[in-house]
């Protein structure tokens, strides 16, 4: 009984400290993806990844405008978890293995985003 309660407290210390540590941290201050991305050209991997944290990032940081359309931040996570496979193909089918520019960073980030976060007036 005891090791089922520890393992409980660990598992709430580790999501909260995830969620209020490291996801807000990585992103404060940031208005887009390109205050990220600070050298060009962007491996496409590295920005596939980064996308991935900054859509998680955008579900804790509109809270209050997710709830005021009735979605909690846990179902823009699971939406966000179910869409990335199909988006990432949607989205980057063509993009080069190299994104060589700011426009070009913006664009991606832009359709992903809009692929995978489907709720309005979600700022980022």
Same mark, same amino acid.
């Given at each position: 009984?005891?090791?089922?309660?520890?393992?409980?407290?660990?598992?709430?210390?580790?999501f909260s400290?995830?969620?209020?540590?490291?996801?807000? @941290?990585?992103?404060?201050?940031?208005?887009?993806?390109t205050?990220?991305?600070?050298t060009?050209?962007?491996?496409?991997?590295?920005?596939?990844?980064?996308?991935?944290?900054?859509?998680?990032?955008?579900?804790?940081?509109n809270?209050?405008?997710?709830i005021?359309?009735?979605?909690?931040?846990s179902?823009?996570?699971?939406?966000?978890?179910?869409?990335?496979?199909?988006?990432?193909k949607?989205?980057?089918?063509?993009?080069p293995?190299?994104?060589e520019? @700011?426009?070009?960073?913006?664009?991606?980030?832009?359709?992903?985003?809009?692929c995978t976060?489907?709720? @309005?007036?979600?700022?980022?």
């Open positions: 009984m005891k090791l089922l309660f520890g393992s409980l407290i660990i598992i709430v210390a580790v400290v995830n969620k209020y540590v490291f996801s807000n @941290k990585v992103y404060d201050g940031v208005t887009t993806v205050d990220i991305i600070s060009y050209p962007v491996d496409i991997f590295y920005f596939k990844k980064t996308m991935q944290d900054y859509a998680h990032h955008l579900c804790y940081k809270e209050d405008t997710l005021s359309q009735h979605v909690s931040v179902e823009c996570i699971s939406e966000l978890d179910d869409k990335k496979t199909e988006c990432e949607k989205v980057f089918r063509l993009a293995l190299n994104i520019s @700011k426009g070009e960073v913006l664009d991606y980030s832009r359709q992903y985003t809009q976060l489907p709720y @309005k007036y979600i700022l980022g």
